[in-house]
């Protein structure tokens, strides 16, 4: 896309073409490219056929999976109920996801309009990830026409797995609802996009109820297996709480993590708002994410000497605590503080990306290295688990791609009321007036015909 741009190919971000021709659903999804153009820029981005094999090998095993059961992908047991796709497609999704409801809390309630050129690309970083955290759960779970039956057919409200399938139910509606807008405004729908606008606030308010209450609920799960954790991952008093606050830094960083490589391979469909302001939205999103890494390194301390752990701390357990508290959480809070402080922008989207490991290491160490850890073996996963795994996060990527390269998350999509006419004026000696030119009035007609 970048070489047709620079040959002269128009962006599409508006609703109308040059000559002023309201553009059809085929040329926006063709990103105005005809279909052999597109297929062409398609074939030649090598990315593409990474992904192609990718999907070659791990669709027709991720459908095997559904036809031969569970166990011909996994090797789950007992002792290790949960693999990958649940110790990362579940637990380490759903943490980087939290950066709907936060960015959507600061500028909606809190008035925080600088963060609104990152705010829409929050949301979607939010509503894919939840959304692929579900794709990991049917995975593992199976018959996902029974999705419904926490809804309406089998009541657990003593359960804590029912807690959680009715907030991310609810809460991906409301994500879905919230980055709606967007979707109107690309197909041109107003009606749709006032409608939401009339209730974002109360979106906004239950997105903070329900992400709160599920992260910490996804901690709560572990309680219900006391003594199979390593101590030093589990507090019976503190496991929601290092779920919830450590889940604010992630979410955050995830949003450095994924604008950073946004601007750097799809610079072509950002706008200028978007590249102006990203490096000061960056750094404020910084800020956030080392007083959440600060405030989850003192819970977890206070944790531990709550419960008197500090003995684990000389075991070889110990050491591997530390190197995650270190590599995850301590090394990312001092490169943020740093970069901050001296306004080096990329010292901080380094800090972002070590934190996103972090978080990602804390949750597979806690759901399945550090699960049954008396036992003598650990769990090695199956390769066509691995592949399964890497195969659905591939069309995450791809569906997240589909998304910014089309709808407006990293431009702003102009409307032709928004264009302004330049108006020319002549003056007429005997009235001593001025009166506007055939080709302002030309201009206003037309602007005016396009609404």
Known sequence: MKNMIKHGLAVVDSPYDESGRKRTVVEKLLLGLTPSQYLLQAFRNPFNWILAAIFAIGIPILLGRFVFGLAWATSGSNDYPWGLFLGFGLFAMVPLSSSGFQLGTACEIFGRHDLEPIERLALLNGLLGYFFAVVYLLADLGQPWRLPYPMVVSFGPAAVLFLVAWHVATYLSVQVAEVSTAFFEWIGFPAGKRGVRRITLGLTVSGIILSTLHQGALGALFTYAPGKVHPLWYSSSFQWLHF???????????????????SKFMGWRADRRFREKLDRCTVSLAKGACMGIATYITIKLIGIAHDNKWSYLDSGWGQWFMLEIILGFMLPLVLMTYGVHT??????????????????LNRVNTAIITFNWKLPEREIPPWREVVISLTIFAIYIVVYRFILYRLPILYKWRQQEEEVPVTETVTVPAAGRREASPVAVASYSNMTKLD
């Open 343 to 360: 306004r080096k922008v990329n010292i901080v989207r380094l800090g972002a990306f070590a934190t996103v490991f972090g978080v990602v």
């Open 244 to 262: 919830f606050v450590s889940s604010l830094p992630g979410g955050l960083c995830m949003v450095i993590t994924v604008s950073t490589i946004a």
